[in-house]
């Protein structure tokens, strides 16, 4: 975590809905348009003369100098309003993803992000970011208000204010939620009320910062950017989760429907640590849902305190195939289902060992030893866990050895080991001591499956190996000509590859499918290439 440094932060505000722009209609609150022009007329949140004075765009507002001492050091900004507004009870996924995107979209024009959004599901909302914002090295904070900007006595205004200084003077490389002075990590937070300002708590830890007269950062706290892997955005999350709170007596029938498919993960919000009826006929139908792949998350519906295995009605729990949800809130739980059931290709054992595994600070971590048994399947995945193992000082040992273990787990098709490696914040663009990516890896492999993951991240087609080789050409010398394997090609040609990029012995991948004599390839890289003849791709 580092203080931003600069005379000029530009910040990008997101501007979703929710109650901080709302209007009085018919006696009710619902989303107001304008919001830019309410903050131009106030002199906390823009300075307009300085606006003149540098001739900055319409669009652009800037805040008055957070110290006198540094006049010149100034946070701007742009609201980029939503089109429709919405009361937060009315986001869902589709929007999450919509915001998610714009960030990626505008990832490099802006120093940082703050996203105006309502109170009411924000702490899902910053859940979901968390997990579809993958090697986030900027801040990204939410923010509401419980009464509207407009009105005399409210909270927006300096909710608003605070989020935009610590956004523009820290980078604090998280989804975080910004309310009532207190910075929390977002996938920690929770409403816990519907009129005092203080509307958010943080059960399981402490703000990452608070803003008083000083502002107070809590660094030990706040995660670091592992590598240099460029931001990769996962909107494949999946819709059909669910969230189901036992109460007492709650039928079995009841649960059974519940548990129908489409669904394909459900959070369960339990009593105490974890514990549930230990009725036959309610455990039967839990465990049949497991048995069909059906996820079921245990997190406990009190405020504080984990899931634990002390009471027969918690283990027997366990025992019907449930995932302890250990001190998750519900909505990250839920998030991470989401993001967990939308990753391509993983097993139901792969899916469950990132359940229980700390991906974004959502969880305390279990002890090492809970987390290896699974991917002890493979040498590789020994491999893997070992490094997961590693303490936070063997940063270095962890970053020499991710490359070749990622190429290792490339070529062999371990998608596992591969997830695992990213979310231990490995860049999976790295090259190994032979010069190749696991890119690379995996299309001497034929690995199709985690070709597809690593395009889906991004990553460079058309790099070359020591060889001189890129991906495409290795691809089609390897496997792909001969099984003439379209679909493949096409995929690459879609990701951008060069196919008409020469290997180090001048010959295209269209020269390989002919040497094979692979018409259909032929005939395919010929159309992609727009019909271009062997002539034009000759060296
Ligand atoms: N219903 C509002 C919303 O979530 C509540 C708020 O923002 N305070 O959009």
């Known amino acids: ?137 900027k801040t990204v904070i939410l923010t509401g208000a419980q009464v509207p900007i407009h009105a005399l006595w409210n909270d927006g205004r300096e909710n608003l204010l605070g989020a935009l200084l610590l956004a523009g003077q820290y980078v604090i490389p998280e989804v975080c939620l910004f309310f009532q002075n207190q910075l929390f990590r977002g996938n920690r937070a929770t409403k816990v009320d519907t009129r005092r300002f203080a509307a958010f708590c943080s059960p399981h830890l402490p ?93 406990t519906h009190c405020l504080q305190g984990a899931v634990t295995s002390d ?76 490094l997961l193992g590693l303490s936070q000082e063997a940063d270095d040992v962890r970053d020499a050895l991710a490359p070749s273990l990622a190429c290792a787990a490339a070529h062999a098709g371990d998608l596992e080991a591969l997830q695992a490696l990213a979310e231990l914040g490995s860049d999976l663009s790295l090259e190994d001591f032979g010069g190749q990516t696991p890119l690379h890896s995996a299309a001497r492999g034929g690995q199709a499956g985690v070709v597809t993951m690593l395009l889906q991240r991004g990553l460079d087609v058309n790099a070359r190996d020591k060889d001189g080789l890129s991906p495409l050409l290795l691809a089609v010398r390897g496997r792909l000509a001969s099984r003439a394997d379209c679909e493949g090609l096409r995929a690459w040609w879609q990701a951008g590859a060069d196919l008409k990029q020469p290997g180090y012995d001048g010959r295209s991948a269209l020269h390989v499918a002919e040497a094979a004599g692979n018409l259909e390839v032929v005939a395919l890289l010929q159309s992609l290439q727009g019909g271009v003849g062997d002539q034009a791709l000759g060296p």
Not at 59 to 80: K, N
Not at 243 to 271: D, N
């Open 1 to 137: 975590m580092a203080r931003a440094t600069g005379p000029e932060r530009r910040l990008l505000a997101i501007y979703t809905g929710g109650t901080i722009g709302m209007r009085s209609e018919r006696g009710v609150l619902v989303p107001g348009r304008g919001l830019a022009a309410v903050l131009r007329t106030l002199p906390m949140l823009h300075d307009e003369g300085h606006a003149r004075a540098c001739g900055l765009p319409e669009d652009t507002l800037v805040l008055p100098p957070a110290s006198p001492a540094c006049p010149d050091q100034r946070v701007m900004y742009t609201v980029l309003e939503c089109q429709p507004l919405f009361d937060s009870s009315d986001m869902t996924i589709t929007e999450w993803v919509q915001i998610a995107q714009t960030i990626e979209r505008h990832y490099g024009q802006y120093h940082a992000f703050v996203v105006i959004h309502g109170t009411d599901t924000m702490a899902f909302a910053a859940s979901v970011l968390s997990f579809m914002l993958e090697n986030l090295q």
């Open 207 to 299: 703000p990452l910062a608070t803003v008083g007269a000083d502002v107070t950062i809590n660094r030990e706290l706040v995660r670091r950017v592992r590598g240099q892997g460029r931001l990769v955005v996962h909107s494949s999350m999946e819709r059909d989760v669910g969230l189901l709170r036992l109460y007492p007596g709650i039928p079995a029938s009841l649960v059974r429907v519940f548990l129908q498919p489409p669904l394909k993960g459900v959070v369960m919000e339990t009593f105490g640590s974890g514990n549930g009826p230990t009725k036959p006929d309610l455990l039967q139908e839990l465990r049949a849902a497991a048995e069909r792949g059906l996820i079921i998350v245990n997190c």
């Open 311 to 386: 009471y027969g009605a918690g283990t027997a729990l366990v025992g019907a195939g449930t995932v302890s949800g250990s001190d998750m809130t519900s909505e990250a739980a839920l998030a991470k289902l989401s993001y967990v059931l939308g990753l391509p290709g993983l097993s139901l054992d792969g899916r469950k060992e990132l359940l229980a595994r700390d991906l974004r600070g959502e969880m305390t971590p279990p002890a090492v030893d809970e987390l290896r048994p699974s991917l002890r399947g493979s040498t590789l995945g020994r491999g893997v866990a070992q």
